[in-house]
């Protein structure tokens, strides 16, 4: 049986209701790099936010060049979603700010966040960085069950 395309408010439902992705960022040369994150998504604004460092590839990638894209896997293999938009980063420097209220409720709701402010020092030791993503387009796959 043929897949499907669903409308985009379907496909953002099954972004929205999920927790675990892969993301997708450029390396230096342009070759792909792909990277298991847990992203937290806000139903009504269509963002997403995750949770990384400067150290790590999808850290250093996103802060050379902001194209990215997040899969989001289906109930089995052939069902997906894809999630583009503008991918934006900033780095934990300060305590109490922006950037840092939402590494929090990032964190929060995987239970890992602990109390604030020692969780704001945290991060900013760890240079640890929001990424936030405004999703601007939608893609992807249902099957139905045979």
Known sequence: ???????????WQRVAGRREGVLATLGPDGTPHLSN???????ATRILRLSTTTGRAKGRNLLRD????????????FNYTVAEGRFEVA????????????????HAASG?????????RRMIRHR????????????????PAA
């Open 1 to 11: 049986m043929a897949g499907s395309e669903l409308p985009q408010e379907a496909l």
């Open 37 to 43: 994150v847990y992203y937290l998504a806000d139903p």
């Open 66 to 77: 902001p194209r990215a894209a997040l899969y989001v896997p289906g109930e089995d293999f």
């Open 91 to 106: 780095v934990a420097s300060v305590t109490g700010e922006p950037a840092i209220d939402e590494l929090h409720a990032v």
């Open 112 to 120: 890992a966040a602990g109390d604030r402010p020692a969780f704001d």
């Open 128 to 143: 640890r960085m929001l990424v936030r993503a405004e999703i601007t387009r939608l893609y992807g796959l249902v099957h």
